[in-house]
Nanobody, 117 residues
Framework: QVQVVESGGGLVQYGGSLRLSCAAS????????MAWYRQAPGKERELVAD???????NYADAVKGRFTISRDNAKKTAYLQMNSLKPEDTGVYFC???????????WGQGTQVTVSS
């Protein structure tokens, strides 16, 4: 059983920073890719950033230059450093883990990020 736990969300003012963490645990699995998604009230879940095991990254246009995704393969942990936050970054941030075997996806419960103006 793979578990995914996000942390680091909270309330921050416009222009502030937050660092989210995503920790995966479970026996006998390896991770191919890790990704962060977000869902604002009344909107669909959207990809924010992802990173493969080789460190190849991909970002949504809305966060390029402000957010940085990274990972620690030994700890099975991903991070999302968010700088210059804007009110439109508000939402629940979810972490998705894609396993190396069969590319199965596992989701966390999400962490709330609120940016006040």
């Amino acid at each position: 059983q793979v578990q995914v736990v996000e942390s680091g969300g909270g309330l921050v003012q416009y222009g502030g920073s937050l660092r989210l963490s995503c920790a995966a645990s479970g026996r006998g699995f390896s991770i191919y890719a890790m990704a962060w998604y977000r869902q604002a009230p009344g909107k669909e879940r959207e990809l924010v950033a992802d990173i493969t095991i080789d460190g190849i990254t991909n970002y949504a246009d809305a966060v390029k230059g402000r957010f940085t995704i990274s990972r620690d393969n030994a700890k099975k942990t991903a991070y999302l450093q968010m700088n210059s936050l804007k009110p439109e970054d508000t939402g629940v941030y979810f972490c998705k883990i894609t396993s190396s075997l069969l590319h199965r996806n596992y989701w966390g419960q999400g962490t709330q990020v609120t940016v006040s103006s």
